[in-house]
């Protein structure tokens, strides 16, 4: 395993890299999935204002998530 994928268990069994991942799942028959839809600006601005942030520098932190282009954005 280790060769073909780069991770091993540490003698306290601990997944080296510490980025690996590793979990069970369980699914049950009533299960309900959900999706979050991607941020808006309008939602930017307003999460910058909470937390005394600039619009800027939110959107470089939430870039993935934004439902916008931030670099061509004009505010709208």
Same mark, same amino acid.
């Given at each position: =395993? /280790? ?7 540490? /003698?306290?069994?601990? =997944? ?8 069970? *799942?369980?699914?049950? #028959? ?5 999706? @979050? ?6 939602? @930017? /601005?307003? *999460? ?6 600039? @619009?800027?520098? @939110? /959107?470089?932190? #939430? ?14």
């Amino acid at each position: =395993m /280790e060769a073909d994928t780069g991770m091993k268990l540490t /003698e306290s069994f601990a =997944m080296w890299p510490g980025a690996s991942v590793s979990g069970w *799942y369980f699914s049950h #028959l009533d299960r309900r999935y959900f999706a @979050v839809s991607q941020v808006r600006r309008d939602q @930017v /601005e307003d *999460y910058a204002v909470r937390k005394g942030m600039t @619009v800027s520098e @939110v /959107e470089r932190w #939430l870039a993935p998530n934004l439902g916008y282009d931030a670099a061509n954005c004009s505010g709208g």
